[in-house]
Nanobody
Framework: QVQLVESGGGLAQPGGSLRLSCVPS????????MNWYRQVPGKEREWVAG???????TYADSVKGRFTISRDNAKNTVFLQMNNLKFEDTAVYSC????????WGRGTQVTVSS
C-alpha cells in the first residue's frame, strides 16, 4: 500500500500562485507514475498533471503553461506549482500514485477568489 499526504492548498487571488506538495509513504523512485487530479463538487474528477519515475511530465490543456509538476528526490516529494491561478482552478486537489494499484491522498482545497 501507499499513503499519500498532500499539503499547500489555501486561498489565492486570481493571477496568484500556490505550491502543492505530495509526500508518499514509499520512495518516489518505486512509483512509476504520480499524478495530480482535481475535483469540484458535482463534477467528475479531472486529471491535471503527471510525472513518471524518469521525470517525464504531462499536463492537461487547461493548465499547460501555468502549472508545473516536479519532484524532489531528496525530499521524496512531488510538487505542483500553480501560477496565474484562475477562478476555475478552484477545486480539491488530490495526489495519485500507481503501485500495483491506484492510491489517493485525502486532497487539499484550493480556492481562487478576489
Amino acid at each position: 500500500q501507499v499513503q499519500l499526504v498532500e499539503s499547500g492548498g489555501g486561498l489565492a487571488q486570481p493571477g496568484g500562485s500556490l505550491r502543492l506538495s505530495c509526500v508518499p509513504s514509499r520512495t518516489i523512485f518505486s512509483l512509476p507514475v504520480m499524478n495530480w487530479y482535481r475535483q469540484v463538487p458535482g463534477k467528475e474528477r479531472e486529471w491535471v498533471a503527471g510525472i513518471t519515475s524518469g521525470g517525464t511530465t504531462t499536463y492537461a490543456d487547461s493548465v499547460k503553461g501555468r502549472f508545473t509538476i516536479s519532484r524532489d528526490n531528496a525530499k521524496n516529494t512531488v510538487f505542483l506549482q500553480m501560477n496565474n491561478l484562475k477562478f476555475e482552478d478552484t477545486a480539491v486537489y488530490s495526489c495519485n500514485a500507481f503501485y500495483y494499484g491506484s492510491y489517493w491522498g485525502r486532497g487539499t482545497q484550493v480556492t481562487v477568489s478576489s
